[in-house]
């Protein structure tokens, strides 16, 4: 887990607990990092290029600061591997070279290990967390958002795999819709371009799942749902996060304009 604040200060800042600021950070969780290579992971590079916009946006006057939560795959164990079984909520058979459906496990492991860490250690605001995840991570965000819509205030979800298990997020999401008249959450999505067959970058059409997810969300009429969804000119299943993310905070933490 990699916890990146402001790249200029050290351990006792104003975001630690040492000098108790007046008041405490929104907070941005990227769940099980993507696996680069050793040493690298998606989450902790993606959490760097954050923090150098967060402190050109701040000098500016117009973001407000965050605190950027990278979470790695399971130490020990292959990237991938990790990355299938943790972030999958039902168990798949028809992925014969993975585990899934621990999904729940991991979860446990955020409520119960990473949030307190942070929220003990960093001066993080718990009324404003934030769960990001690009592709398992996007389908893990949008059924934690579906069964645990409060533990989270806002979801970035980029290129989301909401084709897993035979779309079952969409039954989930219908049956979600069956038994609540509301879902209070900020929810930001976005797929690349040429994230469908025609292009050859994906095998699924992951464009019309999310245009069709997001369609689904919005004719519930939610009074507490807040939707921005966006498709990235140019982009594949591969470079989609860092934009959609970038995107994703300016629209959930820049300053609104002073009257």
Known sequence: MK??????????????PARK??????????????????????????????????????????????????ISFALGEDGMASRVRDLTPTQDKSWTNYTTGGAQAYLDFMEEDVLPFVEQHYRADPTRRTLAGQSLGGSFGAWVLLTRPELFDSYILTSASLWFHQRMIFDLEKSYAENHKDLRAKVYFAVGEYENPEHGSTRHDMVGDQNAFVASLRSRNYPGLKIKDEIIS??????????????????????????
């Open 3 to 16: 916890v990146c604040d402001h790249p200029s200060r050290s351990g006792n800042d104003e975001y630690g």
């Open 21 to 70: 600021p007046r008041r405490a950070w929104p907070e941005a969780h990227i769940c099980c990092a993507l696996p680069l290579g050793k040493g690298a992971t998606l989450s902790v590079k993606a959490s760097h290029n954050i923090c150098a916009l967060q402190v050109v946006l701040s000098m500016q006057g117009v973001f407000n600061s965050l605190l950027v939560v990278g």
């Open 234 to 259: 140019g982009s594949i299943h591969e470079t989609t996060f860092p934009v959609g993310f970038t995107r994703a905070v300016s629209w959930l933490f820049t300053k609104p304009p002073a009257p």
